[in-house]
């Protein structure tokens, strides 16, 4: 064993070895849940605990017989504080992305995949934060935070946590099961918007997100959020700047946008 | 040895100007911590002071009446992807040394600070001799306000967090101070050819 990584890095009951969030590490896949088109779920197992903050991500790295190697960066997407080995990530389709499609196409209950993380300390919400919490997230942005909207839950924080989702349409509408709990109706902390083709009967929002519709959920908490914005760059300037415009504090909005990384 | 997935295959052809791990983007993604900052070009202004003989405050009108460099490179980011063959414009780190009076030999690094609060440092070596500018177009065309309008940073053998978007000031320092980045989990030097990507990678 080599001592000086033993001594960095300490030891677990003076006999296994730490990993550090940078060493990949081998999941098992043991469940694949279909959230919306394009758009899955994948638990996967290791023999170790995992453990980080809400919106932290991992990497998947894909290594083909000659060594050739691909890797990716995926948000978790359910919390995890240590007390158990499984990680939940959820992956979207890419157009000619070749770890999505070899993930899509490939990857089984049972499939082994190399993983490590977790990664980035800054995009992240954890209980200990005080401040009330707006979430606005677009498409896939909505990973992330669902997983610090299950955080918040989970530890049943008492700070005031409200999430804005701009989806294309229902259909489009990644953890249905969570934030519709009753058929059709959002939960009360779930203000949604579909851009493309919403429901038949729809009561709420059928637009992009606007200084408005910012204006009226913000009226709603009793001090300035901290904003976690995430989604394509066209929407995360968009309403980054309105917020902004709103008054929030720029350094208590963070962003993540993302582009066409396949 | 990694674990080999069963039916993953590598492209037909890899270009041999991509680093380790890297995916390459027609597309150019943008990737900031925070909101754009809107900066006005009147109340622009580029600091450029530490360990310099002459440290200097630079209008914009200062700043491009200094001679213009070009460089032709490709830009690697730590999220995985890399642009190839991009043409940015912009006045190099020699030439603003230069104006400022030239380093003192105890200027080891560069901190760069940015107009919204980021820093990055990197290793004087780093950025004279060529390597490094304060860019202020790409692809022929003014940076747009995403990437980083109207100056940033610009080390392309580095991972692309260290070109500093939004550019207000370049410190001289003897010691190292690590930013934004480097001191949220990602790798102090960042070299895309080592796969310096993280803060616990070699």
């Known amino acids: 064993m080599d001592i000086t990584i033993m001594a960095t890095h300490g030891v677990n009951n003076g006999m296994t070895q730490i990993s550090k969030p940078t060493d990949w590490r081998i999941g098992t896949v043991t469940e694949i849940v279909y959230e919306a088109q394009g758009l899955r779920s994948y638990t996967f197992a290791f023999d170790t605990p995992i453990k980080h903050d809400a919106g932290q991500h991992y990497e998947i790295r894909l290594t083909a017989p000659d060594g050739y190697q691909a890797a990716r960066l995926y948000s978790a997407a359910m919390p995890a504080n240590g007390t158990s080995n499984t990680l939940e990530l959820t992956i979207a389709r890419m157009p000619n992305g070749e770890v999505s499609s070899y993930i899509f196409n490939h990857v089984k ?154 | 040895m990694a674990l080999v997935n069963p039916g993953f295959k590598s492209p037909l052809s890899r270009d041999r100007r991509v680093p380790p791990g890297q995916s390459v983007v027609t597309s150019w993604p943008v990737l900031t911590y925070g909101p754009t900052p809107l900066i006005d070009i009147k109340d622009w202004r580029l600091e450029i002071d530490g360990i310099v003989k002459n440290p200097q405050e630079l209008t914009w009108e200062q700043f491009n009446d200094l001679p213009k460099t070009t460089m032709e490179t490709d830009i690697h980011c730590v999220t995985r992807w890399s642009k190839l063959g991009m043409e940015w414009e912009g006045v190099s780190l020699d030439e603003l040394v230069r104006f400022a009076g030239g380093l003192s030999d105890r200027a080891h690094y560069l901190v760069a600070h940015s107009y919204g609060g980021y820093t990055t440092n990197v290793p004087v070596e780093d950025v004279l001799n060529g390597r490094a500018m304060i860019a202020t177009h790409a692809e022929g065309k003014p940076l747009p306000p995403e990437h980083g309008a109207p100056a940033r940073l610009f080390v392309p053998h580095l991972y692309f967090w260290k070109s500093a978007k939004y550019v207000k000031g370049l410190t001289f320092t003897s010691l190292d101070h690590p930013g934004f980045w480097e001191v949220n989990g990602y790798h102090n030097y960042g070299d895309p050819w080592r796969e310096q990507r993280y803060d616990t990678d070699l």
């Open chain 1, 109 to 262: 209950i049972g499939s082994q995949i190399e993983i490590r993380g977790p990664l980035g300390r800054y995009f992240v919400w954890s209980p200990r934060q005080k401040d009330p919490v707006l979430l606005v997230g677009g498409g896939t942005g909505v990973i992330p935070l669902r997983c610090m909207r299950l955080a918040h839950q989970h530890a049943a924080s008492a700070v005031p946590m409200q999430l804005l989702y701009s989806a294309r349409t229902y259909a489009d509408t990644a953890y249905k099961y969570e934030l519709f709990p009753r058929s059709g109706v959002p939960s009360n902390d779930v203000t949604m918007t579909f851009t493309e083709d919403p429901p038949a009967g729809w009561p709420g929002y059928t637009r992009r997100i606007d200084a408005d519709m910012l204006g009226e959920i913000l009226t709603s908490f009793p001090e300035p959020p901290r904003a976690y914005v995430c989604g394509t760059t066209r929407l995360v300037e968009n309403v980054t700047q309105l917020l902004v415009q709103a008054g929030l504090d720029p350094a208590k909005i963070s962003a993540e946008r993302f582009g066409s990384t396949a």
